[in-house]
């Protein structure tokens, strides 16, 4: 307890604008000598930011807008510099994170993002019941990368996660059942229906290789109106896909088997699954479609991961981590050039979380 203080200085912050106008507080910051160690320290103020030129109310308003806008838009808004602009962000960020708590996630969701060119990757894990990235990290996909993710969760709360969904990635899959030994694995559908979509692409590539001439002209420009879904298509695309299909044998067998194959996710059964998945591979016998062949053989290899959704238990939302994929691209997009990535690991981390 000190009646006095060593001396005091008048200084001023900028806070919440009135309209066009700047506001800026002016207040008194005391220094008091300390009796224990003899230096001299400064009060500390709770009502500033971290950069004590701005208040802690205006760098949450600068942190509330940087969530739609960039970084260079807002400081050129607020006449401020791009560098401080950013910090700001990220202490708003970083309170984001405080006030959501320590995360022990029991459905977790495994993907990995490329953050720069020449196959850098990261790996970023979300908690698919709160619907929320929750770690950000690695070197790359390696197996030891993503046993980093296992170690800063903790021992006792990897034993908690109960399902990990992933794509088929080994590494991924190894780390898992190393360290989260009573989750369950179950690969992410639209890995594998990606997967298939490449194998239709094999097939459509091939007969445009065989044909000649004229018979070209239905496959010629039509890769997309062939792998998008038909719902997403307009009165055109439609009406090529129909003119292709019905131009070409092959292209119409294997569309079909790709649209039908989206059913495997539908039964609650394995046994049903399984029995689905027998028909569908035999369905292949004497069509030449070498691509289909290879897809069916990967989903036996991996057909206890693909089963695990059938269980009720492992019913969860597997669109998540893709919608989250498109959020981290829109927001890649946005910082263009930034370097800085544990900015971007901020921005990722607290995407999903509700504004301060």
């Known amino acids: 307890m000190y009646r006095g203080w060593y001396d005091r200085t008048t200084r001023r912050a900028r806070d919440l ?20 160690c003899g230096g001299v320290k400064r009060e500390r103020l709770e009502f500033l930011a971290d950069n004590a030129l701005y208040t802690k109310r205006f760098a949450y308003y600068v942190g509330r807008r940087c969530r739609s806008a960039t970084v260079k838009d807002i400081a050129e808004e607020l006449k401020l510099d791009w560098h401080t602009v950013k ?26 993002i490329s953050i720069r060119k020449r196959h850098t990757y990261r ?23 993503m046993s980093q993710f296992y ?17 088929m990635w080994k590494p ?18 639209f890995h594998v229906m990606r997967h298939l979509g490449e194998a239709l692409d094999q097939v459509r590539k091939s007969e445009y290789a065989r ?3 004229k018979d070209r002209r239905f496959i010629k420009g039509q890769k997309y109106t062939l792998l998008s879904n038909r719902e997403n298509l307009t009165l055109e695309g439609r009406q090529a896909l129909k003119t292709l299909l019905a131009a070409n044998k092959r292209l119409n067998t294997a569309y079909l088997l790709k649209e039908s194959f989206g059913q495997l996710w539908s039964y609650q059964s394995e046994g049903w699954a399984r029995r689905f998945f027998d028909n569908w591979r035999n369905a292949l016998k004497w069509q030449r479609l070498k691509p289909y062949e290879k897809f069916a053989e990967m989903i036996e290899r991996h057909w206890d991961g693909i089963a695990a959704y059938c269980k009720p238990e492992n019913k969860v939302s597997l669109g998540f981590v893709e919608g989250l994929n498109n959020k ?14 544990e900015y971007l690991r901020l921005k990722i981390l607290t995407c999903m979380l509700p504004k301060l």
Not at 89 to 94: A, E, I, P, T
Not at 151 to 167: E, Q, T, Y
Not at 181 to 189: E, M, Q, S, T, V
Request: aromatic share 8%; net charge positive.
């Open 123 to 145: 790996i970023v894990v979300s908690d698919l019941i709160r619907g929320r990235p929750v770690w950000f990290g690695g070197q790359d996909r390696s197996e030891a990368s």
């Open 172 to 189: 991924f899959r190894n780390a898992t059942e190393e360290h989260a030994p009573n989750a369950a694995i179950l690969f992410d559908k």
């Open 211 to 213: 044909l000649s001439g």
């Open 87 to 112: 910090e700001l962000d990220k202490q708003y960020m970083q309170a984001q994170l405080a006030r959501a708590g320590s995360p022990g996630p029991k459905a977790i969701g495994i993907d990995e």
């Open 151 to 167: 170690a800063w969760l903790g021992d006792k709360k990897s034993r908690g996660i109960h399902l990990a969904v992933m794509d």
């Open 17 to 36: 604008p009135c309209g066009a106008q700047r506001i800026y507080l002016e207040f008194e910051v005391r220094r008091v000598a300390c009796r224990d």
């Open 328 to 341: 981290i691209r829109v927001i890649q997009r946005r910082a263009y050039g930034l370097r800085d990535e």
